[in-house]
């Protein structure tokens, strides 16, 4: 079945980075455009940024634009969330999962962002 087993969150510095990655097994991961989204505490799940398929084409919310970037490795099916100048308002659980709005996410991985 489906699987997305995310890693790579912990705590962190305002001004620091973070690398985050998203193993999928159960799909053919280079036929779909993916997305990562999250879950800042008390708020509901918002998006953070989609790739297509082939990696040429991403987006990103206007809150994370030129600090994040979204990358992915089709060869070995992994997604990944490059995470610099990170800000407080950052702290959130982050998910993987498809781009076309399924519902369907992994365990997540928690980033806290503070001094």
């Known amino acids: 079945q489906v699987q997305f087993v995310e890693s790579g969150g912990g705590l962190v510095q305002p001004g620091g980075s973070l690398r985050l990655s998203c193993a999928t097994s159960?799909?053919?991961?280079?036929?779909?455009?993916m997305r990562w989204v999250r879950r800042p505490p008390g708020k509901p799940l918002e998006w953070v940024a989609d790739?297509?398929?082939?990696?040429?084409?991403?987006g990103y919310a206007d809150s994370v634009k030129g600090r994040f970037t979204i990358s992915r490795d089709n060869a070995k099916n992994t997604l990944s969330l490059q995470m610099d100048r990170l800000q407080p308002e950052d702290t959130a659980v982050y998910y993987c999962?498809?781009?076309?709005?399924?519902?369907?996410w992994g365990q997540g991985t928690q980033v806290t962002v503070s001094s």
């Open positions: 999962g498809f781009a076309d709005g399924r519902d369907l």
């Open positions: 159960g799909f053919a991961f280079s036929n779909y455009d």
């Open positions: 790739i297509e398929r082939l990696g040429i084409n991403v």
